[in-house]
């Protein structure tokens, strides 16, 4: 049973938070809970627009401008890559990344009870960007179906195969065990993964103990993604929320928005 830790908004569990944010029953439709369940990921559809697209560029163009050698260092900083982290700080146009309604219930059917974990971007850069295959969980793997994590990626430009799209291996959430233990080499590519090829404006839900991995760019352009990661209640968060929340942010949002990020 998920033990529930009461944030600030203590008459507010996760289920009325949900509803005061939107989501409604039979979201985020069968479709795609049957994707997450069997492969451990799934495109979301009509959450990501066109204005969003853009208003994402223009706000992480500004912030790699500023931060420059220091984007990233708030989680951790991947060389070959420029980060940005702490996103629900620096930004309005984030919040929909931890309050919309289709994927706060897509990260409910893998979690059930959830806090926002962080909020950041990775650019594979120009020639660089291969990951091993990894879990976004460090701890012990979980049981089938208890899962502690997961992450959405938005796609902030078309994934192709020659810039570093995102590799996967379908139904390896459900494996019970994490790549660097089952495989020799988990930079080697693996029999079973599929590369996530999509256009820009694209959003992927996947379960936190999906094998995948970046892959390297090998354009001339970086390729750019949004990451809104979750982890189940109780679990430290990548970004303590509460002790990075700032005035503003604290001041702009609901106690449901709230109550996602634990603050
Ligand atoms: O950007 C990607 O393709 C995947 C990034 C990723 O999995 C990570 O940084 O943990």
Avoid at 79 to 96: A, H, I, Q, Y
Avoid at 105 to 124: C, N, Y
Avoid at 187 to 213: C, I, K, M, Q, T
Wanted: with cysteine; charged share 20%.
């Amino acid at each position: 049973m998920t033990t529930v830790r009461t944030g600030s908004c203590t008459d507010a569990g996760i289920g009325r938070t949900l509803a005061e944010l939107g989501v409604r029953p039979g979201m985020p439709g069968p479709d795609v809970i049957e994707r997450l369940d069997e492969d451990g990921y799934a495109f979301l559809p009509d959450v990501f627009t066109p204005t969003m697209l853009e208003a994402f560029r223009a706000r992480l163009a500004r912030l790699t401008a500023a931060e420059g050698a220091r984007g990233g260092s708030e989680v951790g900083q991947e060389s070959g890559t420029m980060r940005l982290s702490d996103l629900v700080n620096k930004g309005t146009e984030f919040d929909v990344c931890f309050t919309s309604p289709v994927l706060l219930a897509g990260v409910a059917h893998i979690l059930d009870d959830f806090t926002l974990s962080s909020v950041s971007s990775r650019a594979a850069l120009p020639g660089e960007g291969h990951q091993a295959l990894h879990a976004d969980w460090s701890g012990e793997s979980p049981a089938p179906g208890v899962y502690q994590a997961c992450n959405s990626m938005w796609f902030l430009d078309d994934f192709v195969e020659e810039n570093g799209a995102t590799r996967v291996v379908p139904g390896s959430h459900r494996w019970g065990r994490a790549p660097e233990e089952a495989l020799d080499d988990p930079f080697a590519p693996h029999p079973d993964e599929r590369l996530v090829l999509a256009p820009a404006g694209s959003l992927l839900l996947f379960n936190g103990h999906l094998w995948h991995g970046g892959t390297r760019n090998r354009t001339g352009s970086p390729r750019r993604a949004l990451h809104a990661y979750f982890t189940r209640r109780g679990n430290p968060q990548q970004l303590d929320q509460a002790r990075y929340a700032r005035p503003e942010t604290r001041a702009r949002l609901s106690p449901a928005a709230r109550f996602v990020l634990d603050i």
